[in-house]
């Protein structure tokens, strides 16, 4: 069993000695005289400026969030998958629940789906918030 | 696949059984769709459908509760169904209905986006209403989640208000935390007993595997404890109670803290029956010599947690933030029953739970008035405030004396059965002196707690006003207070009455 | 030497304590809820690992599918939360997050 693993094992040392041993050979053969300009960051001839650490729009994350939701459910219907087969050995009217079940499910997170579009929680530009939903911030001290 | 016989001749009798659970969804996914659909002002119109899908749910509850389903569980024993599960239900849906009225009342939710609070409202009475009657726990996880992620978003729902956020996110770290926690010890407890029944660990509490057993157990505890704030881990509550918006305080407080003492029973109901059922020696000899150690764990978290709670609330000024240690105290005293672990014990709590509703529903409600004519949370601010609003100050008093437990209100019967079980148990077992002082204790907090209430209420009636906040008294505000005072006053006359059907329902699950 | 259980609940209970180092000892909210999914998924490791090994039924496999169901709604609520709040306060450190009063 642990006989298994070796050839893991050496592909792992390979690849480090591939990467280091690269990295060693260019160190040792280059010539190394730096100057300010060649000590800056590469950006295809530009002058860099600012901190790569920048923002990403707050508008990513929202999409995100929406599709995160979405993507994971999916999970959910793996296993009826699996169970469906022997269901149809079984009794046709169990399937049919079965189904019928799932159906449920994708009713309700097609729903959910109409809610986020129709709340503008998709879209890219936001609309001006409705009064709604907008509420004054309170502070009770 | 030998469980696939029978499934579909079950169906329609397992299905009926969980029937106010269905009109919750079915309200939950109208609700959705009259908030899609509908053009202009829809808030009352919302309200009005949530209420009466509670009320659906409330009728299908009493017809279940008086047609008694033949089988103790249902879909192949995922779910109890006894009176005893009917009767926490009855509770959650009460509270909702009482947080409803509250939420109609408060200024900071009503009537912004009110399509999205009753789902979510909705959404975790209903995980409360499965979590409580889980014999799974798959479906236990799924309940206690599903009621956690939605108190997440109910606690943040001011999002522009930067306490409702910090309490979201507080709320939301250290219970993310704390179920992972739990989740883990299930784990084990799966890997120890091979199956995912919710009670299955006392098969396996033998000498040999006691230890990994009850660390397991520990770290399920650690998700309960949370749900019902006990000391350690109570961070969140003073936090989050602050700063949620009210009925959410009040909704967190009660409903949440009801279920996560349901989910403990359901966890421990073998510690509760072991020595009582006739026909089940196998089961107390194996508990039996563990049954003293639940009962020191208890204790001590009992204890520790009313004594903090007491002694913290003390030096607090905000109300809300005072209610919160506060109903972390009455989770100590609640928490004594468990100490005791007997038939006697879980009818006190059980008719605890019944007063603590109206009790800490009304005192947020309360909290809601005063935010509402003040807009001020702090409570050196309500000097002289009996003025004013004397009906509001008269209701406060009620209900304040009535979380001391005094005489002449409903809290004192509450108080009285908890201790009387303690005491009784004291004078029936070899460890009198450990039921002893846990009484002493709890009568000891009980005079600690008289001083910070009756303290609001000093500001409130004695100390001379400083301005006059000129906001009108309406008069539904006389009558939802009316609504508590009541409550309060019929569960000290005529206690007896829900004390009947607390016997019914305990004899439903401990014979 | 083969790998067996035991390795699996080795591995899940570092798993566990890794987690529960980082929610005690991060102070950044994101950071925090990284440390809960290593708990989740040590408790994820150990489902899998009884039920392949212990041979204790397909139960503790469908609870995984819950478990990271689940764990995907939690975080995407904490991710609105956190935005949320960066949106308002401008920072997601759990400790800037403490202005009501001790």
């Not at chain 2, 939605?150 to 770290?173: H, M, N, P, Q, W």
Request: charged content about 10%.
């Amino acid at each position: 069993m642990l006989y298994d693993f070796a050839n893991i094992v050496v592909f792992l040392v390979l690849t480090g000695v591939l990467v280091f041993g690269t990295l060693l050979v260019g160190r040792l053969v280059r010539t190394q005289k730096p100057t300010p300009e060649k000590n800056t960051i590469y950006e295809c001839g530009e002058p860099p400026f600012g901190s790569s650490w920048v923002r990403y729009n707050i508008r990513f994350y929202n999409i995100a969030l929406v599709f995160l939701i979405f993507d994971v459910e999916v999970v959910c219907l793996f296993p009826v998958i699996l169970v469906l087969q022997h269901f149809k050995l079984i009794s046709r009217t169990l399937m049919l629940v079965a189904v019928g079940e799932v159906a449920f499910f994708v009713v309700v997170l097609v729903i959910a789906l109409i809610y986020a579009w129709h709340k503008g929680a998709l879209d890219w530009l936001r609309a001006p918030e409705s009064p709604y939903s907008v509420e004054e911030s309170h502070n009770p001290e | 696949m030998q469980w696939t016989s029978g499934i579909i001749e079950q169906l329609p009798r397992d299905l009926s059984t969980i029937a106010p659970e269905i009109a919750l969804v079915i309200t939950i996914l109208a609700l959705i769709l009259i908030d899609l659909l509908m053009r202009g002002e829809v808030s009352f119109s919302i309200s009005f459908f949530a209420i009466i899908g509670v009320f659906i749910s409330l009728h299908l509850l009493f017809n279940a509760f008086y047609n008694p389903a033949p089988s103790r569980t249902a879909f192949w024993g995922l779910l109890a169904v006894d009176k005893f599960t009917l009767f926490l239900k009855l509770i959650f849906l009460l509270s909702t209905f009482l947080v409803i009225l509250l939420t109609l009342q408060s200024n900071l939710i009503y009537p912004y986006r009110v399509g999205e609070y009753y789902t979510l409202l909705l959404t975790a009475t209903m995980a409360m209403c499965f979590l409580v009657s889980a014999r799974n726990f798959i479906l236990f996880y799924l309940a206690l989640e599903t009621l956690s992620i939605s108190s997440y978003v109910l606690a943040t729902y001011t999002k522009r208000d930067v306490f409702s956020t910090e309490a979201g996110l507080k709320y939301l770290i250290y219970g993310a935390a704390a179920s992972a926690v739990m989740l883990f010890g299930i784990s084990y407890l799966y890997g120890l007993t091979g199956t995912l029944d919710i009670t299955a660990w006392v098969n396996v509490l033998t000498p040999v595997t006691s230890l990994t057993v009850l660390l397991a157990l520990l770290l399920v505890f650690v998700g309960i404890a949370f749900k019902i704030s006990a000391v350690p881990f109570h961070f969140w509550a003073p936090d989050v109670y602050q700063g949620a918006p009210t009925p959410i305080t009040a909704y967190l407080s009660v409903a949440s803290k009801i279920a996560g003492f349901g989910a403990l029973f359901r966890v421990s109901l073998p510690l509760f029956t072991d020595l009582i059922i006739p026909g089940s020696k196998k089961i107390l000899l194996m508990l039996g010599p563990y049954h003293f150690q639940f009962a020191t764990f208890f204790w001590i978290i009992s204890v520790i947690t009313m004594t903090f709670g007491n002694l913290v609330a003390l030096r607090q000024n905000n109300l809300k933030r005072l209610l919160a240690y506060s109903s972390i105290a009455h989770a100590g005293y609640i928490l004594m029953g468990m100490t005791v672990l007997d038939a006697a014990a879980l009818k006190a709590m059980l008719f605890y739970f019944l007063i603590y509703m109206f009790m800490n529903i009304g005192a947020f409600y309360c909290a809601i008035v005063l935010e509402n004519k003040t807009r001020i949370g702090d409570i050196t601010h309500y000097k002289g405030i009996v003025n004013e609003y004397p009906y509001l100050v008269v209701g406060f008093g009620v209900i304040l004396f009535s979380l001391t437990g005094i005489p002449p209100f409903g809290g004192f019967i509450g108080k009285y059965l908890l201790f009387a079980a303690v005491v009784n148990k004291a004078l029936s077992t070899p460890h009198a002196m450990f039921y002893f002082s846990l009484a002493i204790i709890g009568v000891l907090n009980s005079v600690i707690s008289l001083y910070y209430y009756v303290r609001i209420l000093k500001i409130m009636v004695l100390e001379s006003p400083a301005k006059k906040i000129g906001v009108p008294w309406t008069p539904v505000e006389s009558l939802l207070i009316a609504i508590f005072v009541i409550a309060i006053f019929y569960l000290f006359v005529l206690w007896t009455q829900p004390y009947v059907l607390i016997e019914n329902v305990v004899k439903s699950i401990i014979v | 030497m083969t790998v067996g259980l035991i390795h699996y609940l080795i591995v899940a209970a570092i798993l566990f304590v890794l987690g529960l180092i980082a929610i005690i000892s991060r102070r950044n909210a994101v950071g925090v809820l990284i440390g809960v999914e290593l708990v989740l998924n040590a408790a994820n490791l150990n489902f899998v690992a009884f039920s392949r090994y212990a041979e204790r039924g397909i139960e503790g496999q469908i609870f995984v599918i819950f478990i990271i169901l689940l764990a995907a709604c939690e975080v995407a609520v904490a991710l609105a939360i956190v935005i949320n709040l960066f949106a308002n306060l401008g920072a997601i450190d759990v400790d800037r997050a403490g202005r009501m009063k001790r």
